[in-house]
């Protein structure tokens, strides 16, 4: 089989095994509905009030997709190789031609697609239920590569962290202690001008502030995204391939 064989079966494989687990199809489409709702409908943003959702309502675009893009792939791809490791199927995959990297591969485009459609579905209910304008420019398109690159990224985590984890709890605990810190650290729902200024440079440190800022240049402010496009790509490739050598070995 050519690599892209390999790939394109694990991929099925790992699709229709999402699709099985009901639950987990429900929760991935309906948390984002969740996220809109609450701090878009309920709380809504007050740009006069100060403090907290003081920004335009476009401005927490990029923050409700962080969300989907960060969670998501952490738990989901952490999960499945704890799940993997502890029925023994690593040691089943070592007797196919199927490498470590093509196999995270794979389960990577999965979340790519599933979490694509999830932030589509994010996207219009932020427009129909908060009223955000959001620019319909042939630009607006590489939200797309933002979300994609996001989703790998996070996904070399996961592999990480299901490397280390030793049981699928355990995996859910470490995603959450992980995901929480960066998702109001990283210019998603906090502006940077509320939090201390010691701490603003270390911001540039999370994966997601360049996603964010990106994502957020495209849907809001407008300005440049190249360049949080470059940064997270070259992030991307650093977290998958240490998500491929934290896969277990078992050849």
């Known amino acids: 089989m050519s690599l892209a064989a390999r790939v394109r079966s694990e991929f099925v494989a790992s699709w229709h095994s999402f699709l099985r687990r009901r639950t987990a199809v429900f ?6 509905a969740i996220i809109v709702v609450i701090f878009g409908a309920l709380v809504q943003t007050q740009p006069t009030g100060g ?10 675009i990029a923050g409700y997709l ?17 799940r993997h490791r502890d029925g023994s199927r690593f040691e089943k995959l070592a007797t196919t031609p199927l490498s470590r ?22 996207l219009a209910l932020s427009a129909l239920v908060t009223g955000a304008s ?20 996070f996904c070399g985590l996961g592999a990480v962290i299901g490397s280390v984890a030793d049981s699928q709890d355990g995996v859910i ?33 999370s994966p997601l502030t360049y996603f964010a800022r990106g994502v957020r240049a495209l849907t809001y402010g407008g ?19 240490a998500g491929t050598v934290a896969i277990p070995r078992t050849d």
């Open 27 to 32: 929760f991935t489409f309906f948390f984002p």
């Open 51 to 60: 403090g907290l959702f003081a920004e335009p309502k476009e401005y927490y």
């Open 66 to 82: 962080a969300v989907v893009v960060l969670f998501t792939p952490l738990s989901r791809v952490g999960s499945t190789i704890a």
């Open 101 to 122: 990297a093509e196999w995270l591969l794979a389960h990577s485009l999965v979340n790519v697609v599933v979490i694509g459609l999830a932030a589509l579905l994010l």
């Open 134 to 153: 959001i620019p319909l420019t042939p630009a607006t398109l590489a939200v797309v590569p933002f979300v994609a690159l996001g989703v790998t990224l």
């Open 173 to 205: 605990a470490a995603s959450n202690a992980i995901a929480l810190p960066l998702l109001f650290l990283s210019e998603t729902f906090v502006t940077p001008d509320l939090l201390p200024a010691w701490f603003v440079p270390a911001l540039n440190l």
């Open 223 to 241: 300005g440049g995204w190249l360049t949080n496009l470059a940064v997270l790509a070259a992030l991307a490739v650093v977290f998958f391939a």
